[in-house]
């Protein structure tokens, strides 16, 4: 009957949410001790000089190798750490294993070089307790604060806006530069533009993937970018994988591109030969 049909498919239906939960609480489990066992790793991805066409950044990503499950992505272990509070000591361990390598690399014949690194909007808080000490890492490490990019999801500011607003300030004390990350996705892109102190926008690779398709996300990335420029800001274009899209974004003048045309996310190791690459004798 159908009663019974819909008694049953509330069970089936309970009974994969009752699962979820204990998967999520079993991947919890498990990214906790990732975090003390060191089985998260950094990957670094090119980010080039559209103009010259040579590196001149590097985005700092996270990866985490687990044990039984192989390669687990950001977007699926990020949520969970933000929900537990783990976002904390993963964004340190991010920042101080890119500024690291970013130390080594401007020691190396890459003076120039900027590290740009991800930030979530739950490492900000009133006192600024999460990340002021990483100005104590940059000293030690000699990297300066122009050397460093913060990037910061743009879809996710509606929920700290306040605290955000007061860190970009001391972030910029410091020299440090502010990216806007996903640019065009959030709720409300240009009142962030107007609100907050941002030196960089990233525009999101949905924008960019869909150049190839038509006039509309032509328009919109042309307009973006020069109203950026307008506003005294800089454009990374990020998920560029043809040719074509790069020439039409160098087009309109984009400052910086990023994707898998140039390169994926590499080991520092294969990033330490790309950089060799991109720069020959
Ligand atoms: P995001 O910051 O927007 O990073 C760009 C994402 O696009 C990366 O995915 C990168 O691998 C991918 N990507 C780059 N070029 C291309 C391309 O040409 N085509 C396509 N389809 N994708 C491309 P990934 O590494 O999986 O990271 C996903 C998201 O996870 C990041 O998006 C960022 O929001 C978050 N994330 C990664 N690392 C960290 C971190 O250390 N801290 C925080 N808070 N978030 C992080
Ligand atoms: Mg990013
Ligand atoms: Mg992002
Ligand atoms: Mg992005």
Redesign the pocket.
């Known amino acids: 009957s159908a009663k019974k049909q819909g008694r049953s498919r509330w069970c089936l239906f309970s009974k994969s949410l009752h699962q979820e939960m204990l998967d999520r609480q079993k991947l919890l489990k498990d990214l906790r001790l990732a975090v003390k066992n060191q089985e998260l790793f950094?990957?670094y991805?090119p980010i080039l000089d559209l103009q010259t066409q040579t590196v001149c950044k590097f985005?700092?990503?996270?990866?985490w190798q687990h044990k039984e499950r192989g390669l687990i992505?950001?977007?699926t272990f990020?949520p969970l750490a933000e929900e537990s509070g783990l976002?904390i000591q993963?964004?340190d361990f991010?920042f101080k294993e890119s500024i690291k390598q970013l130390s080594v690399w401007r020691e190396t014949r890459h003076p120039d070089l900027i590290m740009s690194?991800?930030?979530?909007p739950f490492?900000y808080d009133e006192a600024g307790k999460h990340l002021n000490h990483w100005y104590s890492y940059l000293e030690e490490m000699q990297v300066p604060g122009q050397a460093v990019l913060l990037?910061i999801?743009e879809n996710m500011l509606i929920r700290n806006t306040q605290n955000v607003s007061r860190q970009l300030l001391s972030f910029r004390d410091h020299g440090i530069n502010v990216a806007l990350?996903?640019f065009g996705t959030g709720y409300s892109s240009l009142a962030y533009l107007n609100e907050l102190d941002i030196d960089i926008i990233?525009i999101?690779?949905s924008f960019i993937?869909d150049l190839d398709k038509g006039a509309a996300s032509q328009a919109l990335c042309e307009a973006i970018i020069s109203m950026a420029h307008k506003l005294n800001l800089k454009v990374v274009a990020?998920?560029?994988?043809t040719q074509e899209q790069a020439s039409v974004l160098s087009a309109y003048r984009c400052d910086f591109g990023?994707?898998?045309?140039f390169a994926?996310?590499l080991s520092a190791y294969d990033a330490t030969l790309f950089l060799r690459n991109s720069f020959p004798q």
């Open positions: 950094v990957v991805q985005e700092a990503l996270v990866r992505a950001p977007d990020i976002i993963i964004g991010v690194i991800n930030t979530s490492q990037e999801t990350d996903d990233k999101d690779k993937r990020e998920g560029i994988e990023q994707g898998y045309l994926k996310p």
